[in-house]
């Protein structure tokens, strides 16, 4: 028995490796990051910690501080881009995913968060082109939910709600993507896939009922969250984590553009929300154990 797990363990490992994106496909902000991600994951794995909201919660404070700089996963070529020197808000979600599902999987090395990475932010897990990436949060969920990476769980949440909306802001709005401005065949790729999403169905935690001591209750350190907007044709405008503190309060840890870094915000989830025109609510994912 014990060899054929054994044996087990080594095809998964090797299958890891083999279905990666190969290092000429990445795309390294630095040649220290391969190393410091290593770092990391040594300190995950040494931290003893096994549930994922735990493991996310830990690597975001490690995160803390790090540069806020938006686009970085642009470039002429569709590339399998590393960077924990700089992160935005979608990068910041993606690196606490990769470094938690590694650690989850018992493996520190930053060939294992690469593929992680790739599976993580591509549709069905590999990466092609431009409008293989998973734009859109709501079609990120739903493909990373297929897979055994993500869930959702606004749902499940006391007060939760559902609204309808068409998702097409990148067709729309084309010139504001270098990637499709110029290149109509890339904006019949991506139309291709906003037609799964007309008139898409999704559950909301509607920003008014954040004070409710049940929904704080029912929100965990480590959850992932979306801010849903208000924005014709698009879902999620921000990205972030929940943290909360010893009296149950409820904070977003995020990368922040006003703040230009990782960062807790200073006023809790309530009263960040209330005093926002654009966003009306919250939708909260983990990662599958």
């Not at 008014?208 to 999620?236: C, H, M, R, Y």
């Not at 010893?246 to 904070?251: F, K």
Request: charged residues 25%.
């Amino acid at each position: 028995m014990k060899k054929i797990l054994s044996l087990t363990l080594v095809i998964v490992a090797c299958f890891t490796m083999c279905s990666a994106a190969s290092v000429q496909q990445m795309r390294f902000h630095c040649d220290k990051d391969t190393v410091k991600i290593n770092e990391l994951l040594q300190q995950g794995y040494n931290s003893g910690l096994k549930t994922p909201n735990e493991l996310v919660a830990f690597y975001a404070q490690k995160l803390l501080d790090t540069p806020y700089v938006a686009h970085t996963l642009e470039g002429d070529t569709e590339m399998l881009t590393i960077n924990i020197d700089q992160l935005d808000c979608t990068t910041f979600v993606e690196t606490l995913y990769a470094l938690t599902r590694t650690t989850l999987n018992g493996r520190y090395s930053w060939r294992d968060y690469a593929f992680n990475l790739e599976n993580l932010r591509y549709r069905n897990g590999e990466m092609t082109d431009y409008s293989s990436r998973l734009h859109y949060i709501s079609e990120w969920i739903v493909n990373n939910r297929s897979r055994g990476n993500l869930m959702e769980v606004t749902a499940d949440i006391p007060t939760a709600d559902y609204m309808i909306k068409n998702i097409n802001f990148m067709t729309t709005h084309k010139d504001n993507y270098k990637s499709l401005k110029d290149d109509p065949d890339m904006v019949a790729k991506i139309r291709n896939f906003e037609v799964g999403y007309r008139n898409h169905r999704m559950a909301i935690l509607k920003k008014q009922w954040l004070g409710n001591k049940n929904v704080k209750a029912a929100l965990k350190s480590g959850d992932f969250v979306g801010l849903v907007t208000k924005i014709e044709g698009l879902d999620i405008s921000h990205l972030g984590i929940v943290y909360k503190d010893d009296n149950g309060e409820v904070y977003l840890l995020d990368a922040s553009m006003s703040g230009g870094k990782v960062q807790l915000e200073k006023e809790n989830m309530f009263d960040m929300l209330r005093h926002s025109k654009s966003n009306i609510g919250l939708r909260v994912f983990r990662i599958m154990p």
